[in-house]
């Protein structure tokens, strides 16, 4: 079989791997992406962007039982999760549409099927003697899981042809998928992990949701929206434990003001799957055994890198004890020519980190000059309602690292935008080191949280102190308005409060 010669090969087609693969191109490089599944990846097809789309619908179902107040009656209002399911794969099918665009714009040869790295002739360092990685392409090992959305080959996808390619440069980019627990095994029916969720055919009566990180808590709200009895489960004593904790516990009180069931620090004993639904049995934080019933559970659990069938061990690729890929902050593997982005190298599985990454590994082949990702400056989003975004380090995460801290907060209930909208729960929040000014961490729960939460992103890429926040003018009202109070606030001059 002939081998294929390029200068770039990536191996993933999602946040990370199409944008590195279209940075390489726009480099110069001659640059292949090979995937099994549509453009965009899990993010595109599964994750981010459906989930987004059915949070809209959410909304809209939320509000509509308040257009009232607003000056506006309607009839009989129908909820139909299924539409708005299918409304979220159009939107998804378009982004993969516009993937494949950008990569006929930039000359990226796409190549579908599953690829590995392979050794071969001639031998040398590490593949071929001229320091050569081979990727083989065809259909995916039985056994082995990749995003499930538009497979291109293997079970039920069409044949794909086998092809070898060779390059300097390998960028490995295979993303993540849904992990399970032990006695809570998504099995595609009964128990969900979150690739089923997205596109229900209709919707459950109820679902219990084990995980209240930022999946479960946005499945919890679409879920809620369009009528099902929701109950969410967490191991952790608060809900989003990541977060500020003043931050999780607004979203705890509002969920739970809109009829979701929220359980936290609870220990999960074991589940029984039945023909008509689920039991699943947990200790609460008080010592209570109880059994939480519904036609569905969802388990939101985490995610795990995608490395079965890749080549990684035949290539000698070094991972990490928790099974991501080893790096360095060049994205650069063990191996030369070999590099690991996105979820598939660890830390914050987040498609917006992917894409500094793939900016960041594609620079180190060019041999520009060295800028670091900034992973302390990389911002944290959940798209439920009230939104939550986050940048830095919490209140109590900068207590403990010794500085000496300032806090300012500013409610949406003194911000005429957002009274206007009608949407009050939260706060802007900020986070300063009292003794140079310096902007620690922002952190935002309510309207449009994580479009604002860009600016406090900038703001620590400048090392803007927080008093420029202020000296900053904001047009009024809008909620930014709400981002220089938050700064006074700090300081003890907030005005309106």
């Known amino acids: 079989m002939a081998v294929e010669t390029f200068d770039v090969i990536v191996l993933g087609g999602g946040p990370g791997g199409y944008v590195a693969a279209i940075r390489a191109a726009q480099r110069g490089y001659r640059t292949a992406c090979i995937d099994v599944a549509q453009l965009g990846g899990v993010c595109n097809n599964v994750g981010c962007i459906p989930t987004k789309a059915l949070l809209e619908s959410a909304a809209y179902a939320a509000r509509v039982e308040h257009l009232a107040d607003f000056g506006i009656t309607v009839g009989e209002v129908r909820r139909d999760l299924a539409q708005a399911a299918r409304r979220a794969r159009q939107v998804a099918d378009q982004g993969a549409r516009g993937v494949a665009y950008l990569f006929r714009k930039h000359a990226v040869e796409f190549v579908p099927g599953w690829g590995r790295l392979v050794s071969g002739a001639p031998a040398g360092p590490p593949f071929g003697g001229t320091g050569a990685h081979r990727v083989a392409v065809g259909a995916p090992a039985d056994g082995v899981a990749g995003n499930p959305i538009g ?34 095994r998504p099995d595609g029916d009964r128990v969900w992990s979150s690739d089923q969720a997205v596109y229900p055919p209709t919707i459950p009566a109820s679902l219990v949701v084990v995980g209240a990180g930022a999946v479960g808590m946005e499945f919890a709200d679409v879920y809620a929206s369009f009528g099902a009895r929701v109950t969410v489960v967490e191991a952790a004593d608060r809900v989003l434990p990541v977060e500020d904790a003043e931050v999780s516990a607004v979203v705890e ?10 359980h936290t620090g609870v220990r999960l004993e074991r589940t029984e799957v039945g023909a008509d639904g689920v039991r699943v049995h947990v200790t ?21 890198p995608v490395t079965e069938g ?184 907030a005005v309106h409060l």
């Open 151 to 184: 497979v291109v080959g293997g079970a039920g996808g069409r044949p794909v042809a086998e092809r070898v390619l060779e390059a300097r440069h390998v960028i490995l980019a295979t993303g993540s998928r849904a992990k399970g627990l032990p006695m809570l």
């Open 253 to 262: 009180k509002v969920y739970k003001k809109r009829g979701i069931a929220v």
């Open 284 to 304: 609460l934080r008080d010592g209570a055994a109880t059994t939480l019933e519904a036609e569905r559970v969802l388990a939101a659990v985490g995610r795990a």
């Open 310 to 493: 890749i080549g990684l061990a035949e290539a000698g690729v070094e991972l990490t004890e928790r099974g991501f890929v080893k790096v360095d902050a060049r994205m650069r593997t063990n191996v030369p020519g070999l590099y690991a982005i996105g979820d598939l190298a660890g830390g914050a599985l987040l498609a917006h980190k992917a894409w500094a990454e793939a900016a960041a590994v594609v620079g180190g082949i060019a041999q520009d000059p060295y800028v670091a990702v900034d992973y302390g400056n990389i911002p944290s989003v959940t798209y439920c309602h009230p939104e939550v975004a986050s940048v830095g380090l919490t209140e109590a995460a900068a207590r403990a690292e010794g500085f000496e801290v300032s806090v300012g907060k500013f409610p949406w209930s003194a911000n005429g935008r957002a009274r206007g909208m009608g949407e009050t729960d939260g706060f802007v929040k900020v986070v300063r080191n009292a003794r140079y000014g310096e902007l620690l961490g922002a952190h935002l729960v309510g309207p449009h949280a994580s479009e604002l939460i860009g600016e406090f992103v900038v703001g620590r890429l400048l090392e803007t102190t927080v008093e420029e926040f202020d000296l900053a003018v904001h047009p009024h009202p809008t909620l930014s308005d709400a981002i220089p109070e938050a700064a006074l606030d700090s300081f003890g001059r």
